[in-house]
């Protein structure tokens, strides 16, 4: 079973739409998590930390389930620039003994 | 400024030759890290350092050879390159204590082809 599991779309929303991503992993001992956001040909970049209670940033909301091992990345009413790669990352040591474990990503395209 | 910055950001070379990717970080991040990402868009972990220290070394061949001359820099000297090697790299810090909210801080990657 891969560490961290995720849809890979593609994901093709209309403008305005509600999409959904969902992620699993396998390390229980996972100390922290992440959806990240990769655009074309660029580096990843911190979309949010996922908290147990849940969290939201805007029209984005992450979700934890520690028990079911399930991240998940609600976004609102879709613009054009969420258009990109959404990776669930999986930190299973924590802090400085880290190492940040990747999906392979779910890539959105959110058309007018 | 930018948080960490890798050169070159484009490495075309062939089969054999030895090449070097520099990295640096002005966040004053005591750990750094090398990512690879591969052409089906995998990003996996290479080497981790802690204060120029080597912490994680995966699978990597020996041919990979990280350097860290201090806490700010973190290069990798790759030698007698293969076709295989063909990948994006890219750096990244983070500091701890702050990793859980932060995560890591990426460059812009480097591009390596090998003809």
């Known amino acids: 079973r891969k560490e961290v599991e995720q849809d890979p779309g593609p994901f093709n929303v209309p403008e305005g739409a509600t999409v959904a991503f969902n992620c699993t992993y396998s390390?229980?001992?996972?100390?922290?998590f992440f959806w990240y956001r990769q655009d074309c040909r660029k580096e990843p970049k911190l979309l949010m930390s996922v908290y147990s209670s849940g969290n939201e940033d805007g029209r984005f909301t992450a979700q934890l389930n520690r028990a079911s091992q399930y991240i998940s990345l609600l976004i609102r009413d879709s613009k054009l620039s969420d258009s990109a790669t959404y990776l669930c990352v999986v930190n299973i040591y924590g802090g400085s003994q880290g190492n940040l474990i990747f999906g392979k990503g779910t890539k959105l395209s959110v058309k007018p | 400024d930018t948080a960490v910055s890798q050169t070159p950001k484009y490495l075309v070379t062939q089969m054999g030759n030895d090449k070097s990717i520099k990295c640096e970080q002005n966040?004053?991040?005591?750990?750094m890290y090398w990512y690879k990402q591969d052409s089906k868009k995998f990003l996996k972990i290479m080497f981790s350092?802690?204060?120029?220290?080597?912490?994680i070394n995966e699978t990597v061949p020996n041919r990979f050879s990280p350097k860290s001359p201090d806490k700010a820099h973190l290069n990798l000297h790759i030698n007698s390159l293969e076709l295989g090697d063909s990948a994006v790299y890219f750096c990244a810090s983070s500091q701890p204590g702050t990793t859980e909210v932060y995560g890591y801080t990426f460059g812009s990657g480097t591009r390596l082809t090998v003809v």
């Open positions: 350092y802690n204060n120029k220290e080597l912490i």
């Open positions: 966040l004053g991040h005591d750990t």
């Open positions: 390390n229980s001992a996972s100390q922290s």
